[in-house]
């Protein structure tokens, strides 16, 4: 039997080792051994002899209530599952750090983890959905909730965020029921995963103030090809803190260096069947293969002046500010770099919480970010069962800390010595921690006076005109998938005053959409638009970059290409396509009609990653459809290799493809020279002139033969 210690001291890394199987008490790790093997032992540390059989009398006999390892086997089986969140139930986090490109910030806030450019504090992110459980899919038309916790030498500082800049409310007392909108209808348990039913839009048509945040959601921004093409943002307005207590406003965002990007609806409906973990996937091979994901660090700053002069509240949180009229500084980076080694451990028990911010950074009056403050805490003891779950070492600071907190649940980092209160008299050796005026965390100091009372500011009564700014700043394409999308939803609500009233609101937004909106749901006349609470302005001028496709990265890095091939494949083709999608920074795929792979014209056994059916082309960002004769013969007999074309096409995919790949397309009805976002490979040069055409990400013009209705 071996033994290693650790020694003591160690405890809080003790359960995320992977190679750390069975903790001692007083923190010491020991591993018992047969040869190489560690051996089986119960939770009490006890070796177990048979694990295939339980305990009873004769072969066929009673199972006896002595098997004290069966008891503690099924006893902790029985209580794997902690509550999910009741919002953001489905998430996915990674390892990595943040780091500071420039010091703008250090005169700004005393903050130290602005102070020096250049320097990694570890950070971990969780990316979720808000309104599906935690086991549905991970691209149902949603926003994107945008957690970061950064390990920060003051403690954990978390901008809880979303890929969304607004949301649909404007004070806490609505979340509750917001969500009971969102989420499966009581009675029925269903639907789950998507807005598309009554209740939803029942809500959201009678709460003005979620029409802006309705335009978001309605457009690509909910439908992300995956994290980390998607931005973030800390929404509310936060306040960085200098040492003469003077405080600058800030908006955080998060920018991702390989661009926005967003999948259609059509695609979304079918990557959900095809790889229901389409987004979580994305991210772990993409860290797994070597390649993090990194987004920019930017921030709006702004003072009192610009507040009052602004037409909105900054305390309104479904209101943004244009970047045209304050500027994004990028002066960071977020990097993930490390998946989890256990997602219970890391992914479900991390708690994060608006309220977690370090001296220098501070809250404003938003009433929405006030009731968070509030609620993620509350939130932490439910679903983590203890006080102590700052204890969990996904949780804890990674800087020094020392409170005079103890006991309570599953306490595992217990102070030593007599003092646990404070002031004491037992001197700084064991007296324990002091506060400190100068280190402390000090809140801006604020002068406040009013009435006592139920009331919003004057300004968050406009409800339509940065509605209407998102919506002229969009493309004529990412337009119309605003109208399809709103049709879409309200087309699954069955009660028709419901329709009616959206498309009053829409009124209010753009008439053109209203009147499309409208038309689509085959309303029989239009609507009286809504009463707004106050004037809307109708010449907000659009912003650039509130548009996905304007903004596009123009190129395939960290994109995926899906190649079809079969026995007989050009192998000069197929390098010369592998070569220039990893030349351009982007993957590849190979799907064929045996996983066991294909032969190619070297004769050599190629494997394939994906069979035909379970390698739709939704998967992918491209495709290449290079089969041998006599492959694309056996191909155009397959439903699912006409799938893979038609769908490819039907999604404003580039398709490349060789002259023997004809059949399968005349069996797809699919005209290779239909369109510029075609293009042949008669040679292995042509390879790169496809990946350069790629780089546009979809060929949109064929968005508009694609769809009638
Ligand atoms: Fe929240 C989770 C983001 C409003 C109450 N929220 C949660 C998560 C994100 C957000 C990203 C998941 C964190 C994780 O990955 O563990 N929430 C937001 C944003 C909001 C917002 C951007 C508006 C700007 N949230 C909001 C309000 C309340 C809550 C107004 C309640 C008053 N949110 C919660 C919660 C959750 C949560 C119930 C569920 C699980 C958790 O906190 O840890 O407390």
Same mark, same amino acid.
């Given at each position: 039997m071996a033994k290693s210690k650790s020694g003591p001291g160690k405890l809080a890394e003790a359960n995320i080792g992977a190679e750390k199987f069975l903790r001692g008490q007083g923190g010491e790790t020991h591993q018992i051994a047969d040869g190489d093997t560690p051996v089986l032992t119960t939770a009490q540390g006890i070796p177990v002899a048979d694990d295939q059989n339980s305990l009873k009398i004769g072969p066929r006999g009673p199972v006896l209530l002595e098997d004290f390892h069966l008891r503690e086997k099924i006893f902790h089986f029985d209580h794997e599952r902690i509550p999910e969140r009741v919002v953001h139930a489905r998430g996915f986090g990674a390892h990595g750090f943040f780091e500071m490109t420039d010091t703008t910030l250090a005169g700004l806030s005393t903050a130290d983890v602005f102070q020096r450019a250049g320097e990694q504090t570890p950070a971990f992110v969780?990316?979720?959905?808000?309104?599906?459980?935690?086991?549905?899919?991970?691209?149902?038309?949603?926003?994107?909730?945008?957690?970061?916790?950064?390990?920060?030498?003051?403690?954990?500082?978390?901008?809880?965020?979303?890929?969304?800049?607004?949301?649909?409310?404007?004070?806490?007392?609505?979340?509750?029921?917001?969500?009971?909108?969102?989420?499966?209808?009581?009675?029925?348990?269903?639907?789950?995963?998507?807005?598309?039913?009554?209740?939803?839009?029942?809500?959201?048509?009678?709460?003005?103030?979620?029409?802006?945040?309705?335009?978001?959601?309605?457009?690509?921004?909910?439908?992300?090809?995956?994290?980390?093409?998607?931005?973030?943002?800390?929404? *509310?307005?936060?306040?960085?803190?200098?040492?003469?207590?003077?405080?600058?406003?800030?908006?955080?965002?998060?920018?991702?260096?390989?661009?926005?990007?967003?999948?259609?609806?059509?695609?979304?409906?079918?990557?959900?069947?095809?790889?229901?973990?389409?987004?979580?996937?994305?991210?772990?091979?993409?860290?797994?293969?070597?390649?993090?994901?990194?987004?920019?660090?930017?921030?709006?700053?702004?003072?009192?002046?610009?507040?009052?002069?602004?037409?909105?509240?900054?305390?309104?949180?479904?209101?943004?500010?244009?970047?045209?009229?304050?500027?994004?500084?990028?002066?960071?980076?977020?990097?993930?770099?490390?998946?989890?080694?256990?997602?219970?451990?890391?992914?479900?028990?991390?708690?994060?919480?608006?309220?977690?911010?370090?001296?220098?950074?501070?809250?404003?009056?938003?009433?929405?970010?006030?009731?968070?403050?509030?609620?993620?805490?509350?939130?932490?003891?439910?679903?983590?069962?203890?006080?102590?779950?700052?204890?969990?070492?996904?949780?804890?600071?990674?800087?020094?800390?020392?409170?005079?907190?103890?006991?309570? *649940?599953?306490?595992?980092?217990?102070?030593?010595?007599?003092?646990?209160?404070?002031?004491?008299?037992?001197?700084?050796?064991?007296?324990?921690?002091?506060?400190?005026?100068?280190?402390?965390?000090?809140?801006?100091?604020?002068?406040?006076?009013?009435?006592?009372?139920?009331?919003?500011?004057?300004?968050?009564?406009?409800?339509?005109?940065?509605?209407?700014?998102?919506?002229?700043?969009?493309?004529?394409?990412?337009?119309? *998938?605003?109208?399809?999308?709103?049709v879409f939803e309200l087309s699954k609500v069955e009660t028709p005053a419901i329709r009616a009233r959206m498309v009053s609101h829409l009124l209010n937004v753009d008439k053109t959409l209203a009147k499309l909106v409208a038309d689509g749901l085959g309303l029989a006349e239009l609507p009286k638009p809504a009463t707004p609470a106050r004037p809307v302005i109708k010449d907000l001028p659009p912003s650039a970059a509130l548009s996905i496709i304007a903004n596009g990265p123009k190129r395939f890095e960290g994109r995926k290409l899906g190649i079809l091939v079969t026995d007989g494949v050009d192998a000069k083709l197929l390098a010369a396509l592998q070569n220039a999608v990893e030349a351009a920074g982007g993957v590849y795929e190979l799907v064929g009609p045996k996983i066991g792979g294909v032969t190619c014209t070297k004769g050599m056994v190629l494997p394939v990653k994906q069979k035909i059916n379970g390698g739709p082309s939704v998967l992918y960002d491209a495709v290449a459809i290079i089969p041998s004769a006599a492959g694309a013969a056996l191909l155009a007999n397959e439903a699912t290799a006409k799938d893979f074309v038609n769908d490819a096409f039907a999604h404003a995919k580039f398709i490349a493809y060789c002259a023997d790949a004809m059949p399968l397309f005349d069996k797809a009805n699919i005209a290779a020279d239909m369109d510029a976002g075609f293009v042949e490979l008669t040679s292995p040069a042509d390879a790169e002139t496809f990946i350069a055409a790629c780089g546009e990400l979809r060929f949109w013009e064929r968005e508009a033969v694609v769809h009638a209705v």
């Amino acid at each position: 039997m071996a033994k290693s210690k650790s020694g003591p001291g160690k405890l809080a890394e003790a359960n995320i080792g992977a190679e750390k199987f069975l903790r001692g008490q007083g923190g010491e790790t020991h591993q018992i051994a047969d040869g190489d093997t560690p051996v089986l032992t119960t939770a009490q540390g006890i070796p177990v002899a048979d694990d295939q059989n339980s305990l009873k009398i004769g072969p066929r006999g009673p199972v006896l209530l002595e098997d004290f390892h069966l008891r503690e086997k099924i006893f902790h089986f029985d209580h794997e599952r902690i509550p999910e969140r009741v919002v953001h139930a489905r998430g996915f986090g990674a390892h990595g750090f943040f780091e500071m490109t420039d010091t703008t910030l250090a005169g700004l806030s005393t903050a130290d983890v602005f102070q020096r450019a250049g320097e990694q504090t570890p950070a971990f992110v969780r990316f979720s959905t808000v309104a599906g459980n935690k086991g549905s899919p991970d691209v149902a038309r949603d926003v994107r909730g945008f957690a970061v916790k950064i390990y920060t030498q003051q403690g954990n500082w978390d901008i809880v965020g979303n890929n969304i800049p607004v949301f649909f409310i404007q004070d806490a007392i609505k979340f509750p029921d917001l969500i009971h909108a969102a989420k499966q209808e009581p009675d029925r348990g269903f639907p789950q995963a998507q807005t598309a039913h009554d209740n939803f839009w029942d809500f959201i048509s009678l709460s003005p103030e979620a029409m802006h945040m309705a335009m978001w959601i309605m457009s690509d921004r909910t439908l992300p090809r995956s994290f980390r093409f998607m931005e973030g943002f800390g929404v *509310h307005t936060f306040r960085l803190i200098d040492a003469a207590g003077k405080t600058t406003f800030v908006k955080f965002h998060w920018k991702p260096k390989l661009g926005l990007q967003s999948v259609v609806w059509n695609e979304a409906v079918k990557l959900n069947g095809a790889d229901p973990d389409f987004h979580r996937r994305d991210l772990w091979d993409a860290i797994q293969a070597g390649t993090p994901a990194e987004w920019e660090f930017g921030v709006q700053l702004f003072d009192e002046a610009f507040a009052e002069s602004f037409d909105f509240d900054v305390l309104d949180a479904t209101k943004f500010i244009p970047e045209e009229l304050v500027p994004v500084k990028i002066v960071g980076r977020l990097v993930l770099n490390r998946v989890v080694d256990n997602f219970f451990a890391e992914t479900e028990q991390v708690a994060f919480s608006t309220g977690n911010v370090p001296p220098g950074v501070g809250f404003t009056n938003d009433p929405l970010l006030q009731g968070r403050n509030f609620s993620y805490l509350d939130t932490q003891l439910k679903r983590l069962g203890s006080t102590n779950f700052t204890h969990l070492p996904i949780n804890a600071p990674k800087c020094p800390f020392h409170t005079f907190q103890q006991d309570g *649940h599953m306490a595992m980092i217990n102070p030593k010595g007599r003092a646990n209160y404070e002031p004491n008299s037992w001197g700084p050796e064991i007296g324990g921690p002091r506060e400190s005026p100068t280190l402390g965390y000090k809140p801006a100091a604020e002068q406040i006076t009013g009435d006592k009372l139920q009331a919003k500011g004057e300004k968050f009564a406009d409800h339509y005109s940065q509605a209407r700014q998102f919506f002229v700043s969009q493309t004529p394409i990412e337009q119309t *998938h605003i109208k399809d999308a709103f049709v879409f939803e309200l087309s699954k609500v069955e009660t028709p005053a419901i329709r009616a009233r959206m498309v009053s609101h829409l009124l209010n937004v753009d008439k053109t959409l209203a009147k499309l909106v409208a038309d689509g749901l085959g309303l029989a006349e239009l609507p009286k638009p809504a009463t707004p609470a106050r004037p809307v302005i109708k010449d907000l001028p659009p912003s650039a970059a509130l548009s996905i496709i304007a903004n596009g990265p123009k190129r395939f890095e960290g994109r995926k290409l899906g190649i079809l091939v079969t026995d007989g494949v050009d192998a000069k083709l197929l390098a010369a396509l592998q070569n220039a999608v990893e030349a351009a920074g982007g993957v590849y795929e190979l799907v064929g009609p045996k996983i066991g792979g294909v032969t190619c014209t070297k004769g050599m056994v190629l494997p394939v990653k994906q069979k035909i059916n379970g390698g739709p082309s939704v998967l992918y960002d491209a495709v290449a459809i290079i089969p041998s004769a006599a492959g694309a013969a056996l191909l155009a007999n397959e439903a699912t290799a006409k799938d893979f074309v038609n769908d490819a096409f039907a999604h404003a995919k580039f398709i490349a493809y060789c002259a023997d790949a004809m059949p399968l397309f005349d069996k797809a009805n699919i005209a290779a020279d239909m369109d510029a976002g075609f293009v042949e490979l008669t040679s292995p040069a042509d390879a790169e002139t496809f990946i350069a055409a790629c780089g546009e990400l979809r060929f949109w013009e064929r968005e508009a033969v694609v769809h009638a209705v």
